[in-house]
């Protein structure tokens, strides 16, 4: 696991692994190689300015990953997996891909109301912008709610702000805020927590049908790997 975007979400991952796997005993648990060194750049402010300074440090701890033995890489957080891609070209393993695994739950689960499906994704302001869920899904901008961009992108950066910073008890509560908003405002079928600070406050939240949680479903498939591969 390539962790450290940011260090809280790492640890929030770690834990809903460790809780979904259902293990008795120590020996049950799903083995895992975490390898969190916070020194990746600013995932949304690359994609926003054209580097690829981030891809270049995801890759290196990759192929640190790939030497240690590993058969799977899964990376928390959701971002990052703007160049997912390229890394899936450059690696001998497999990257167990949140955007994939997220957008075949979605599918699956709300396949009744494809392609004009109402989605509101929430994340950082590359997530945001670049919809990185929506080619998987397959619905279009014309189906989606005529949400004002520049207010919930806002919102949501400072949400994962105050979380990287420590203040919890805040994010949370203007995060459970914002939910009644949004529903209130489009009537979504879907908000996507398209963050992993996100999930890692999103409490209770994530038990709502209408909220969908991608680190709880990488987790899930992080686990199914292991099963079949084991």
Same mark, same amino acid.
């Given at each position: 696991?390539?962790? %450290?975007?940011?260090?809280?979400? *790492? ?11 259902? /293990?008795?005993? $120590?020996?049950?648990? +799903? ?8 020194? +990746?750049?600013?995932?949304?402010? /690359?994609?926003? *300015? ?8 995801? !890759? ?18 959701? #971002?990052?997996?703007?160049? /997912? ?6 690696? #001998?393993? *497999?990257? +167990? ?18 392609? *004009? ?14 919809? !990185? ?19 919930? @992108?806002?919102?949501?950066? #400072?949400?994962?702000? $105050?979380?990287?910073? %420590?203040?919890?008890? @805040? ?7 914002? +939910?009644? %908003? ?25 038990? $709502? ?22």
């Amino acid at each position: 696991m390539i962790g %450290g975007m940011g260090s809280l979400a *790492t640890a929030h991952f770690l834990e809903v692994l460790a809780l979904k796997c259902g /293990a008795d005993r $120590d020996q049950d648990h +799903i083995p895992y190689v975490a390898l969190s060194l916070p020194d +990746i750049p600013d995932r949304s402010l /690359a994609i926003s *300015t054209g580097s690829d300074r981030p891809s270049r440090k995801i !890759l290196e701890r990759a192929r640190w990953l790939e030497s240690a033995g590993c058969g799977a890489i899964a990376i928390p957080c959701n #971002t990052a997996h703007f160049w /997912a891609p390229q890394l899936k070209q450059r690696l #001998t393993i *497999t990257l +167990i891909d949140l955007i994939d695994a997220t957008t075949r739950a979605i599918r699956e689960q709300y396949r009744h109301k494809l392609p *004009t499906l109402r989605l509101i994704l929430l994340g950082t302001n590359a997530t945001m912008e670049h919809n !990185l869920f929506r080619e998987g899904i397959g619905s279009s901008p014309a189906n989606d709610p005529a949400q004002d961009l520049h207010d919930l @992108k806002e919102e949501a950066a #400072t949400l994962i702000s $105050d979380v990287k910073s %420590g203040r919890i008890v @805040k994010a949370r509560r203007n995060l459970s805020r914002m +939910i009644r %908003g949004i529903r209130a405002s489009y009537n979504p079928d879907v908000i996507v927590l398209g963050c992993s600070e996100l999930s890692a406050i999103s409490g209770n939240l994530s038990d $709502d049908e209408d909220v969908i949680d991608p680190i709880d479903i990488l987790a899930g498939a992080s686990i199914a790997w292991w099963r079949r591969n084991r």
